[in-house]
């Protein structure tokens, strides 16, 4: 069965330091990965994708993440914390084309001024 | 302008009514999806629709059926609600298009459903 994993419900990191949110994914053939986040009472947002090509990928308000196949991982990574980036995080598996997205469980991540 | 908008934004209604949610998109998207928030929250994909073909079907109770009327459109019907049915239901939309262009979803406001 495809699914993904967020091992940590919550990622409380303080404002200026580093943050990492973790994906790990079980999936057949090459999976397209994607990260969103969703901020209270809203939509989820597109943060950024990994489809092919350079393992690490950028994408908005400064996010990046780092696909690795060997490890099966896509976590999200951030040099800075800022406040403003407490939310809930999801990240998201497209197994191939045409098959449904399967979304990991969230993870809540507090950024302490 | 909004891109996936979503009415209503909330919605309270009696166990065994029927009620509907709408969901419209103005990007100009192929595929249009209805996705269930439950409280813990967890999301999980209820259907997608392509040019107005049911593409997937996951396994929700016939209670629920999707309606387009057109392709910038995907509504939501539910009979007989239950308890159970108490989440927030999000719309997305996707592009169609070459390989990565394809994959990447925008998703609406959010739909807050109570059940009593």
């Known amino acids: 069965a495809q699914s993904v994993a967020q091992p940590e419900d919550q990622v409380n990191v303080a404002e200026g330091n580093p943050l990492t949110v973790k994906c790990t994914y079980s999936?057949?053939?090459?999976?397209?990965l994607f990260w969103y986040v969703q901020y209270p009472n809203r939509g989820l947002q597109f943060l950024l994708k990994?489809?092919?090509?350079?393992?690490l990928v950028k994408g908005s308000y400064g996010f990046e993440a780092e696909f690795n196949k060997s490890q099966t991982s896509f976590h999200l990574k951030k040099p800075s914390a800022l406040v403003s980036d407490s939310a809930l995080y999801f990240c998201a598996v497209r197994p191939s084309y045409g098959q449904n997205f399967v979304f990991g469980p969230g993870t809540r991540l507090s950024v302490l001024p | 302008d909004t891109a996936v908008s979503q009415t209503p934004k909330y919605l309270v209604t009696q166990m065994g009514n029927d009620k509907s949610i709408k969901c419209e998109q103005n990007?100009?998207?192929?595929?249009m999806y209805w996705y269930k928030q439950d409280s813990k929250k967890f999301l999980k994909i209820m259907f997608s629709?392509?040019?107005?073909?049911?593409?997937i079907n996951e396994t929700v109770p016939n209670r629920f059926s999707p309606k387009s009327p057109d392709k910038a459109h995907l509504n939501l019907h539910i009979n007989s609600l239950e308890l159970g049915d108490s989440a927030v239901y999000f719309c997305a939309s996707s592009p169609p298009g070459t390989l990565g262009l394809q994959e990447t979803q925008y998703f609406g406001p959010g739909t807050r459903l109570l059940v009593l």
């Open positions: 629709y392509n040019n107005k073909e049911l593409i």
């Open positions: 999936v057949s053939g090459n999976p397209y």
């Open positions: 990994y489809i092919t090509g350079d393992n």
């Open positions: 990007l100009g998207h192929d595929t």
